[in-house]
């Protein structure tokens, strides 16, 4: 009797030691599992805002948009591949919104808009296309920024845009573009002393006649700022 109420003693203590996490080299079942951090999710960033405009055929068109009381002028250069640049100025005639597209390409704004952007054209007038000979260009010139910096450059008869002697530095390329009566266009400058112009820029030389007494218009953008420079001879 004594060896049978010994070993329920020996068992009631094994077992109380396994409940309270002792001595077993096997772990206890009574532990809490480890927990599993739960997933962490990356937010789904917003669609960037769309834009859209009113398509033309291949041509340049004096346009406007907005209120027909008082309409927003600009500029319409449609090629037959598909692209296109849209120029509103202000009332000074310097660019203050373009919209670009590459041929298969979405429409792009700059500046950029933190909404959808829908531009409907009020009116459109088609100009003539007399083309832009490069080597009628060789030359010098001076144009002024929007800051009111003054700068000279010359253009060579290959399409080079070489600084002149003023502080604001001013280069670049030109060479055939896809868009009617223009170049395309790649500007550097001299930030420091251009009045905010961006280091380098990609647009297009714009020779239209109704530009005069300016020679062409180089208008460009690095994607947040706009270029525009109206070039006079010197």
Not at 31 to 46: D, E, F, R, S
Not at 163 to 174: D, V
Not at 179 to 197: E, I, R
Request: charged share 15%.
């Amino acid at each position: 009797m004594n060896r049978i109420f010994g070993w329920m003693a020996a068992c009631s203590a094994a077992l109380l030691l396994a409940a309270c996490g002792g001595g077993g080299s096997g772990g206890s079942g009574f532990l809490p599992g480890a927990t599993t951090p739960p997933a962490t999710t990356t937010p789904t960033p917003a669609p960037a805002p769309k834009v859209s405009v009113d398509d033309l055929a291949a041509g340049t068109y004096v346009v406007s948009t907005g209120d027909a009381g008082a309409p927003t002028v600009g500029k319409y250069y449609a090629a037959a591949d598909g692209s296109r640049l849209l120029v509103f100025g202000d009332s000074d005639d310097r660019a203050k919104q373009s919209y670009r597209r590459d041929a298969g390409g979405a429409w792009v704004g700059v500046p950029a808009s933190d909404k959808d952007v829908s531009v409907t054209l009020l009116q459109s007038h088609g100009l003539a296309d007399a083309g832009v000979d490069l080597a009628k260009l060789a030359g010098r010139y001076r144009t002024q920024t929007t800051a009111g910096v003054v700068a000279d450059f010359s253009v060579t008869a290959d399409g080079a845009i070489v600084a002149g002697s003023s502080a604001c530095k001013l280069s670049g390329k030109l060479s055939a573009g896809v868009l009617p009566n223009s170049l395309k266009l790649g500007l550097s400058a001299s930030t420091d002393a251009c009045g905010g112009l961006p280091a380098s820029a990609s647009g297009v030389l714009a020779a239209d006649t109704d530009y005069a007494p300016a020679r062409f218009r180089l208008l460009a953008d690095n994607g947040t700022l706009l270029v525009d420079l109206w070039a006079y001879s010197e």
